[in-house]
């Protein structure tokens, strides 16, 4: 297999709420919304977002369930204050801020928001990480 991603596809309860959330808050440039899916362009990789029922279907699985997932989606920012900066907007647009941001043990600074869906995300300045 090749090292990449190509899609992320985050199951939501409300597409048009979840889709806002993304384009409005997030700013993320939305390239499609067709039917039941939309896109959005994050570099080589895409972010679709899905009805959680027909995502679970697709997959074979029980759309029920709910606590923590397992995993978390990053993003790296330029500076502490692009950090705060974010979480901050995405509190006013309908997110949860689960953690704000602080030092970090590893060096950086980072917080955690939640969107409207409860997906986790980090946001994180690395001195170190090579992407921004």
């Known amino acids: 297999m090749e090292p990449r991603i190509s899609f992320i596809t985050l199951g939501v309860s409300d597409l048009e709420r979840a889709t806002r959330f993304y384009a409005e808050v997030l700013k993320l440039p939305q390239i499609l919304q067709q039917g ?12 679709a977002l899905y009805p959680r029922h027909l995502l679970a279907a697709d997959a074979g699985v029980p759309a029920t369930g709910n606590g923590f997932s397992g995993f978390t989606l990053a993003h790296n920012v330029r500076s502490p204050e692009e950090v705060d900066a974010l979480l901050n907007e995405a509190e006013q647009g309908g997110g949860k801020i689960t953690k704000p941001g602080h030092r970090a043990d ?14 986790l995300w980090e946001v994180a300045w690395n001195p170190k990480f090579p992407h921004v």
């Open 36 to 47: 039941d899916i939309a896109f959005f362009e994050m570099g080589k990789t895409w972010l």
């Open 106 to 119: 590893w060096g950086g600074y980072s917080g955690y928001f939640s969107d409207p869906d409860g997906f």
